[in-house]
């Protein structure tokens, strides 16, 4: 892998915590790309593979669809026969009847009786005939506003059945609209029949009362009697008013026994005054008679003045001595006269009322007639209507129904539709998008990063750069290649200023991503470019490296925190190592960062890059207290780890005020390298390679590191014992220590043989 391999999504080397980006939000393309990187011509074929599966299957699934149409007419109005009425004017919501009728055609009554139809007895046995669940699926009924007409339009890929299911639908619903319209009109027949037989009845029983009342009489045979009685009612009236003015002293009618009365009394009072005084009281009583009879009343100036007189006399009449003389005085006369009046008047009311009494009767069987006549009259009035009525029911029924069928559906001679090619192109589309989309699915269900550029993208303003190590363990490895990369590494992360000493914290953010290896083939790098380096194994729970270069039971970083003096060891041909000490568990619990910071102060004088080996960072302790020690941290990602590991790792590291100075993208898949690199490791894989038993247990990326420096010798690995001066360099040349730093010499003189 060349340099530029290494820096695959690298930002400036200037970002910072303080200007770093503020995290992307979720984008599905960028997601997908991530997903398909490295795996394009798999996705690629099985895309492909989806697509012809798919466009066989849409070719399969589509088809050439057929219509047939039918037209139906439901008149709104009929023609008027004898007369308009509430079935031949227009229909009130015709409308929502049409949408109703809608409903019925395309219901499940009308497509099982269109199915039970014989059209469909050859097709049945072919074993062609469609089910309700597919007519009803193709079948669609239509109608427009302010129109009768409704149209049925079928669709199935068969022709045959198109045609002979609209016109069995039609038939169907001929059938179900005519029986409900009969039943309608046999409904109001047999209603109008019942009432016409109970106006007959009603009819004949009003007639027998009329007999009854009228004793076989009609009205003109009533009304003549009533005449004949009202007119004697009225003589009788005259002739006993007649009588009662003649007893009231009318003297007019009766003038001769008024004379004889005169001529037998005499005249003059001289001859016999109450003779005279009494005539006097006759003829006054007769004008005050004929005065109340002109309508004068009691206040009137003349009935006071005769009755005044009329007073006068009696009261004179009553002052006279009585006669004695046998003679009869008009007095007398007058007495005999009123008592045949009063007979006659007796014998005229009787005859009155007599007359009346008739008269009332007769009033009261015309008043019963007439009143039962009337309703005869309603009634027969009525029964004409009814009569009437059923028969322009009889007439209209005649003249057909609302219901007309203007076409029955013909067989369709081409294709409506044909949805093959866009079923074909569809399923193309699926069949192609399915395995990538299956493949998004997985990848959303459990993110992990596969190459180093998804690392690079989501530490972007958080990292100088991301580095990729390929994978040295399985088959197909590129060991130089992985040598080259650690290189380079060292390279961007040696320090630019002679003197200046830098601290790097190696560490990870689950175990086993192999952040040991990579701090010691960094180590072996810094050392072979001549620079004082130094691995301390800050991990005091595992010592993975004090237990590589069997250190394991050596002191080290405990005993120095304790305050001891840190016991160097020098590693024959690399850099120095201060082991993790005789530590446990609990050490790294109480590990002090004072304590620390006092080592690190006394190991900046002596080496130029410390690299400190911690503990996973999302369950260690160690790496939180370095961390904030160290001028930045080496973060080694393993090829297949979680994004939100990775980001919460980083998130934890900027609170601790530490960032990062790269990021190292392990165990990466080959096919990420230059392919003109690639070709080269190809070739060295032909030669085999036969590493010491103690080389292979460092690891395949060290041992690669060492076999890129010529250090493959046991010996060149071996540990020697030394203290601080062992580490002391010559200033006026940083590339080769005082003693001709970790081996050169020894590098030298194998190169030259």
């Known amino acids: 892998m060349t340099p530029q391999a290494s820096t695959s999504g690298e930002v ?11 995290p992307p939000g979720f984008d599905l393309w960028r997601f997908a790309a991530r997903v398909v990187r490295g795996r394009v011509r798999v996705v690629v074929a099985l895309c492909c593979l989806g697509a012809a599966a798919g466009g066989c299957a849409g070719l399969m699934l589509g088809k050439r669809l057929y219509t047939a149409t039918g037209l139906v007419r439901i008149a709104s109005a009929l023609p008027a026969v004898l007369r308009e009425t509430d079935q031949n004017r227009p229909m009130a919501n015709f409308d929502g009847f049409l949408q109703a009728q809608r409903e019925v055609m395309s219901g499940r009554d009308v497509l099982d009786s269109a199915l039970q139809q014989d059209e469909w007895s050859g097709l049945s046995k072919r074993g062609k005939a469609p089910r309700p669940e597919e007519l009803a699926a193709g079948l669609k009924v239509e109608t427009r506003p302010r129109s009768d007409f409704l149209q049925v339009k079928l669709t199935h890929k068969d022709p045959l059945i198109a045609a002979t299911g609209v016109r069995t639908i039609i038939e169907a619903y001929q059938t179900v609209f005519t029986r409900e319209q009969d039943r309608v009109e046999r409904s109001r027949t047999e209603a109008l029949e019942h009432r016409r037989a109970a106006l007959n009845n009603d009819l004949a029983r009003l007639e027998s009362q009329i007999a009854e009342a009228s004793r076989g009489r009609t009205l003109t045979e009533i009304d003549p009697l009533c005449a004949e009685v009202a007119e004697r009612i009225k003589k009788l009236r005259g002739a006993l008013t007649d009588v009662q003015v003649a007893i009231a002293g009318g003297p007019e009618l009766y003038p001769k026994v008024w004379e004889s009365v005169d001529q037998r009394a005499g005249t003059g009072p001289s001859n016999d005054p109450a003779a005279w005084y009494s005539a006097q009281l006759v003829q006054l009583e007769r004008e005050l008679f004929r005065a109340t009879s002109a309508g004068l009343l009691q206040q009137h100036p003349t009935v006071i003045r005769l009755e005044n007189a009329i007073e006068a006399c009696r009261q004179r009449l009553a002052s006279l001595p009585q006669s004695s003389s046998p003679s009869t005085t008009p007095i007398q006369a007058a007495t005999v006269v009123p008592k045949l009046l009063l007979e006659r008047e007796a014998g005229l009311k009787e005859l009155l009322v007599t ?10 069987e015309r008043e019963n007639v007439k009143r039962l006549d009337e309703q005869a009259g309603v009634l027969r009035q009525q029964l004409a209507d009814t009569t009437a009525r059923l028969d322009a029911l009889a007439t209209e029924a005649s003249m057909g129904g609302r219901l007309m069928v203007v076409s029955s559906g013909n067989r369709p001679m081409t294709a409506l539709v044909d949805n093959r090619a866009k079923m074909a192109a569809a399923g193309m589309v699926v069949g192609g998008l399915a395995p990538l989309s299956l493949l998004v699915l997985a990848g959303l269900v459990r993110r992990t990063y596969r190459s180093g550029e998804e690392l690079a993208e989501d530490l972007a303003g958080h990292a100088p750069f991301v580095a990729v190590l390929p994978d040295v363990t399985g088959p197909g490895a590129i060991g ?5 990369c650690v290189h380079d590494i060292r390279a961007r992360l040696q320090p630019q200023v002679r003197g200046e000493a830098r601290v790097y914290l190696v560490a990870s953010a689950s175990p086993d991503e192999g952040k040991g ?13 001549g620079i004082r380096t130094i691995i301390i194994d800050g991990d005091l729970t595992s010592r993975g490296v004090s237990v590589a270069f069997g250190a394991g039971d050596s002191i080290g970083l405990t005993e120095a925190m304790a305050g001891q003096e840190p016991f160097i060891q020098r590693i024959r041909s690399g850099p120095s190592l201060l082991a993790s000490g005789l530590s446990t568990s609990r050490d790294a619990c109480m590990l002090d960062a004072a304590a620390l910071r006092r080592v690190l102060a006394t190991l ?8 400190i080996v911690g503990d996973p960072i999302l369950t260690g302790i160690t790496a939180s207290v370095i961390a904030p020690q ?15 590991h990775v980001r919460q790792a980083v998130r934890q590291l900027e609170m601790l005020g530490t960032s990062l100075s790269a990021a190292v993208f392990n165990k990466a898949d080959p096919s990420e390298l230059p392919i003109d690199v690639k070709a080269r490791e190809a070739a060295e894989k032909t030669r085999k390679r036969a590493w010491p038993p103690k080389v292979r247990e460092l690891g395949p990326l060290v041992a690669n590191v060492l076999s890129s420096l010529s250090h493959t010798r046991e010996e060149d690995i071996e540990l020697v014992s030394g203290n601080m001066e062992l580490a002391r360099s010559d200033r006026s040349n940083p590339a080769i220590s005082g003693e001709e730093s970790h081996g050169a010499h020894d590098r030298r003189s194998r190169d030259a043989a």
Do not use: C, H, T, Y
């Not at 290896?517 to 470019?529: E, I, Q, T, V, Y």
């Open 604 to 611: 900046r004088q002596k080496f130029d890059v410390i690299l």
């Open 355 to 364: 007359a009346q009494n008739e008269m009332r009767l007769l009033a009261s």
């Open 480 to 484: 130089q290649m992985a040598a080259r």
């Open 12 to 22: 400036p080397a200037g970002a910072g915590r303080g200007d770093a980006a503020a």
């Open 630 to 644: 160290s001028d930045g941290v080496i973060l080694a990602v393993a090829n297949g780890q979680q994004p939100g």
């Open 517 to 529: 290896a990579l701090a010691m083939g960094l180590g072996f790098s810094f050392a072979a470019a």
